[in-house]
């Protein structure tokens, strides 16, 4: 399996601040012949569904906020919100899907407004 | 736009089976190129894949639950379905079903929470 750890468990960040959320895979989820990293990042709000943010490692889904984005390659990826607002306090998913053997996640990192 | 319900007993007994269903509206679900998923998410903890359908013919398992989990799908109800057998406490969770666009997942039901207890 691809083990994908995520950290920090919990951040704090001050309104219109920066807040970085970070994902490590065991291995490498960038597949070679296309150079794609298959790699996403999932907002999930209290009592909701998570919703997709990003794919690809930095392709934002249609209608998510440009103050979202993903960078990163092979194995070390970074989820950045470049201006914090209170809507964003959420839990954070990342997602490998190199492998289906099994499609794995991180432990989710929780975003509080400090 | 595609929308995605779960459905099914909210609590199952230890040792017996959870099935659970998935139905689709605003489109079908043998159009395009989806595959279409289960994730589980037990209280406070993070997501668990279990598997996909992507036809009645092809299927997808996390290793560490294939002995027990089917997944099947009724084109002409527009449903599939989750068969979790043998259960146990720790299989106590959320359960959602997504559409999988073929790795990220963009389209979540809103989850069914299943109890297992005697």
């Known amino acids: 399996d691809i083990v994908m750890t995520q950290s920090p468990d919990s951040l704090a960040v001050s309104l219109g601040e920066r807040a970085t959320i970070n994902c490590k895979s065991s291995?490498?989820?960038?597949?070679?012949?296309?150079?794609?990293?298959?790699l996403a990042w999932y907002q999930q709000k209290p009592g909701q569904p998570p919703k997709l943010l990003i794919y690809?490692?930095?392709t934002r889904e249609s209608g998510v906020p440009d103050r979202f984005s993903g960078s990163g390659s092979g194995t070390d990826f970074t989820l950045t919100i470049s201006s914090l607002q209170a809507e964003d306090v959420a839990v954070y998913h990342c997602?490998?899907?190199?492998?289906?053997?099994?499609?794995?996640f991180g432990q989710g990192t929780k975003l509080e407004i400090k | 736009q595609v929308q995605l319900q779960e459905s099914g007993p909210g609590l199952v007994k230890p040792s017996q089976t959870l099935s659970l269903t998935c139905t689709v509206s605003?489109?079908?679900?043998?159009?395009?190129?989806?595959?279409w998923s289960w994730i589980r998410q037990p209280a406070g903890k993070g997501l668990e894949w279990i598997g996909r359908?992507?036809?009645?013919?092809?299927?997808n398992y996390n290793p560490s639950l294939k002995s027990r989990v089917t997944i099947s799908v009724d084109t002409s109800k527009n449903q599939f379905f989750l068969r979790l057998s043998s259960v146990i406490a720790a299989d106590t969770a959320v359960y959602y079903c997504?559409?999988?666009?073929?790795?990220?997942?963009?389209?979540w039901g809103k989850g069914t929470t299943v109890t297992v207890s005697s």
């Open positions: 997602q490998q899907y190199y492998s289906t053997a099994p499609y794995s």
């Open positions: 359908i992507y036809t009645s013919e092809s299927t």
């Open positions: 997504a559409r999988d666009i073929v790795g990220p997942m963009d389209v």
């Open positions: 605003g489109g079908s679900i043998s159009s395009g190129s989806y595959y």
């Open positions: 690809w490692a930095s």
């Open positions: 291995q490498s989820v960038l597949y070679s012949s296309n150079k794609k990293n298959y």
